[in-house]
């Protein structure tokens, strides 16, 4: 069974403050995708990333870097100058590639860490 | 491009009535995923719809039931409600299934009295 832990509940910074958010999987799986989502106060999820497990090169977009470790099943996401902007829950997610039939999948979701940016 | 619709945004039932909420795709997806995300927690997978069959379910009782139509909109539908019931369900869509990111709708609150 699939299962991702962020054991962060809630982290705090103050603006332009840099912030790193853990996530830990565990799958059975070769083949499996990672995602980050932003949830904002009105609730709906935003996609950030996507990760397939044959890609472990860190990525960077904007204020926005990811770190893909297998070694050791993280998957974590850095804000780089913190705004208040960035105010939100963020979940990280996995899917296994379960063959059933012609194949399906489902998002496994961690609990999500509140991060508060104050100005 | 329109992105990911739902409706109503909110709704209070009370115990025992039935439910319908809907979901409209993005624009050229065909797969849609329903997600309970009670307060506080991370949004858990109800099932998915290929095709119009599901394909994939998750830890739910029969009480959830869904369908998907020819245009790829789908339907949850929920009986005999319970309080436990009450939380944001959220649509996703996304194209194929292998694999493809799922792009999420804003959800609607229900609130089960």
């Known amino acids: 069974a699939q299962k991702v832990t962020q054991a962060q509940t809630e982290i705090s910074v103050v603006e332009k403050e840099d912030v790193t958010l853990d996530c830990v999987y565990e799958?059975?799986?070769?083949?499996?995708?990672l995602f980050w989502y932003k949830q904002p106060p009105s609730g709906e999820l935003v996609f950030l990333i996507r990760?397939?497990?044959?890609?472990?090169q860190n990525e960077i977009s904007g204020r926005y870097s990811w770190n893909f470790q297998k070694s050791t099943s993280s998957f974590n996401f850095t804000i780089t100058a913190s705004q208040v902007v960035d105010s939100a829950v963020y979940f990280c997610?996995?899917?296994?590639?379960?063959?059933?039939?012609?194949?399906?999948?489902?998002?496994?979701f961690g609990k999500g860490t509140k991060l508060s940016v104050i100005p | 491009d329109a992105g990911v619709t739902q409706s109503p945004t909110h709704l209070i039932k009370t115990r025992g009535q039935q439910v319908t909420l809907r979901c409209s795709p993005k624009s050229g997806h065909d797969t849609v995923s329903w997600y309970q995300q009670a307060l506080g927690q991370g949004p858990q997978f109800i099932f998915q719809y290929y095709e119009e069959e599901e394909r994939q379910r998750g830890n739910f009782p029969d009480r959830f039931s869904g369908h998907q139509f020819p245009n790829y909109s789908s339907e949850l539908n929920v009986n005999a409600l319970l309080l436990g019931d009450s939380a944001l369900y959220l649509c996703?869509?996304?194209?194929?299934?292998?694999?493809?990111?799922?792009?999420f709708g804003p959800g609607t609150r229900l609130l089960v009295l």
């Open positions: 996703a869509s996304s194209l194929g299934v292998l694999g493809e990111t799922q792009y």
């Open positions: 799958t059975r799986d070769t083949t499996y995708y």
């Open positions: 997610a996995l899917s296994e590639v379960a063959y059933s039939g012609a194949g399906s999948y489902q998002l496994t």
């Open positions: 990760r397939n497990s044959f890609d472990e």
